[in-house]
């Protein structure tokens, strides 16, 4: 396994640099403010990396990101603000243990290790062995996943394996692989990138093993102040995945979502017209596209906290 020991303030040069990197190769946009990176994964929606509670952006950062070719800023505030309610989910108690386990989480989880064995492992090895798992996840959700969404995948992990920053740890039910994750060390935080699962081994409380070491070994780690699951998910958050998060520890922090417009283009949301036939239109290509449902999603929220500035 490799390990990095850098000390003092080079270490969030270091990780700002490695993320950036990622990022850029995986072909999203980056900006880089003093606070932290913020980045987006399409249609120039950026957010903060950082998630661990509410946010304020100065005006001087705020001019920054526009500058940067935001048209979406999204990221979390303090309940006081206007905005849409929501949730960031994480682990900050160094003493987390089966005692922070909801009771019959706890029983289920110890239940667990009778078959699996949790471990870290090389992303390399994910590389080979991982994908089945991708796909296995995206037929039970009922997404759809074409020939590009599978090479996208694949060069998510050769760009993880090959950055200091990221890690992997696995699930097993005998040699078989049946959970994994992908997270990435940034700012003090441990943050979920990648968490995939195999459909007949879920009956082992695979997901349970997975995320309960996981999180123990690495919440103990000197360097590491949280283990977050981010904010809330523009689509396909669930009550059930809400519900197994708290059950297995992870404390809610409630928020809201600010989004806030482009000066550049927030003269077309004066009325919802344009969000409302953004949402028509491509609504109808949701179910092929993951992208597609984020800028939906963003659109849903901007009618629905009726954004007029």
């Known amino acids: 396994m490799r390990n990095f020991q850098i000390t003092g303030s080079k270490i969030s040069s270091f990780e700002d640099e490695n993320i950036t990197t990622f990022f850029h190769e995986l072909g999203c946009r980056v900006i880089r403010l003093e606070g932290g990176i913020w980045h987006s994964n399409g249609a120039r929606i950026f957010q903060p990396l950082l998630m661990k509670g509410p946010i304020e952006i100065s005006p001087a950062e705020r001019e920054r990101l526009w500058e940067g070719g935001s048209f979406f800023l999204r990221y979390p505030a303090a309940t006081s603000n206007s905005g849409i309610p929501s949730y960031i989910h994480l682990v900050d108690d160094k003493n987390y243990d089966l005692d922070s386990l909801q009771g019959n989480q706890r029983k289920e989880t110890r239940r667990s290790f009778r078959h699996c064995n949790v471990e870290r492992i090389e992303i390399s090895y994910l590389i080979k062995n991982g994908m089945d798992l991708v796909l296995d996840t995206y037929a039970r959700q009922g997404r759809r996943i ?43 935080g ?34 590491i102040d949280h283990v977050s699951y ?17 059950s297995i520890g992870y404390r809610r922090i409630d928020i809201v979502e600010k989004i806030e417009i482009a000066p550049i283009i927030r003269p077309f949301f004066k009325t919802d017209h344009i969000a409302r036939l953004g949402q028509s239109v491509l609504g109808r290509y949701c179910e092929k596209s993951d992208k597609v449902k984020r800028i939906c999603a963003i659109l849903a929220h901007i009618r629905a906290i009726g954004i007029r500035t």
């Open 146 to 188: 074409d020939e590009w969404g599978i090479k996208w995948w694949k060069r998510n992990f050769e760009l993880s394996a090959k950055n200091p920053l990221f890690e992997a740890w696995g699930a097993f039910v005998d040699k078989e692989l049946g959970a994994f994750r992908i997270d990435f060390t940034y700012h003090g």
């Open 230 to 246: 981010g904010i809330r998910a523009t689509f396909g958050d669930t009550p059930s995945l809400n519900r197994f998060k708290e």
């Open 190 to 223: 441990f943050y979920g990138d990648v968490l995939f699962n195999r459909t007949s081994l879920l009956k082992y409380q695979v997901m349970n093993a997975l995320m309960f070491v996981s999180t123990r070994e690495v919440i103990r780690r000197p360097e």
